[in-house]
């Protein structure tokens, strides 16, 4: 359809734009990856084929259940991009069909992240953005609960990233907030863009981008609010937002 085409064009765009971003302030700070935040003492070492055929050993029956509880409980042994890897080796040898909810999987592994490893950002940078941001969504879902107000819990995650860590790692930290922000007010976009109003200078304009990528994501998935992309109107919602946000994050992400 009109819409599918016109979600799917302003999601390159946003690619390329964050792309953009990414480069223009790669060489203000450190090097940091999400890949290493989750210390090397709070995980044992592991091979992702041991971890594997274990799971394939122990699942015989290809139980969605039994899958579930493995992939959990490496979470909680090894953290998030472990258990993720193994989750899409499943589906791409067949052993996890297509049609199983892994976004919903990845948020179950993003609240295992928050318990095991702790409510902070480097713990949270460590959720890939795989299955669609699933394990972030759903580390953001748990601090939630366990932190109020909202802002605080934003605050817990993405403000205790200290000095050490370069703009891009911050703005990154809450572009995966923006995300988790519009999972936990039901893709209501205003209302996740008054969140991100709350947060200051690059925690705005990271907060802002996330939650519009959010709701093209969401578009795409067919999970967008009613009536928040247009057929005949390709702005559309650029052109129904504050003009702030309309500078510095909806048309930089769609």
């Not at 085409?5 to 223009?24: D, E, S």
């Not at 042994?77 to 899409?88: D, V, W, Y």
């Not at 709350?198 to 990528?213: S, V």
Request: with cysteine.
């Amino acid at each position: 359809s009109n819409v599918h085409k016109i979600v799917i064009v302003v999601l390159v765009v946003l690619f390329l734009v964050t792309g953009i971003f990414a480069f223009r302030v790669y060489f203000l700070g450190s090097k940091n990856s999400s890949s290493e935040v989750i210390k090397e003492n709070q995980v044992k070492n592991y091979t992702t084929a041991e971890l594997y055929q274990d799971i394939t050993q122990k699942c015989k029956d290809k139980s969605v259940d039994c899958f579930q509880e493995n992939i959990r409980e490496i979470t909680k042994r090894l953290g998030p991009k472990a258990s993720l890897e193994i989750l899409e080796l499943l589906q791409d040898n067949g052993f996890v069909q297509r049609n199983v909810d892994d976004h919903e999987l990845a948020h179950l592994v993003g609240k295992d992240t928050a318990a095991a490893f702790g409510i902070n950002g480097e713990v949270f940078l460590s959720c890939p953005t795989s299955f669609n941001y699933g394990c972030q969504h759903g580390f953001f879902q748990y601090a939630l609960v366990k932190i109020k107000p909202v802002k605080k819990a934003i605050d817990s995650i993405c403000g205790s990233l200290g000095s050490e860590h370069s703009i891009k790692f911050k703005f990154y930290c809450y572009h995966g907030v923006g995300h988790g922000v519009m999972d936990a007010e039901s893709y209501d976009l205003k209302a996740s863009l008054d969140i991100c109003d709350t947060l200051d200078g690059i925690g705005k304009d990271g907060c802002w981008q996330g939650a519009f990528m959010e709701n093209v994501n969401a578009g795409m998935r067919g999970e967008a609010r009613k009536d928040i992309f247009s057929k005949t109107d390709p702005l559309a919602p650029c052109n129904q937002v504050q003009e702030n946000h309309t500078a510095r994050g909806c048309i930089d992400s769609n």
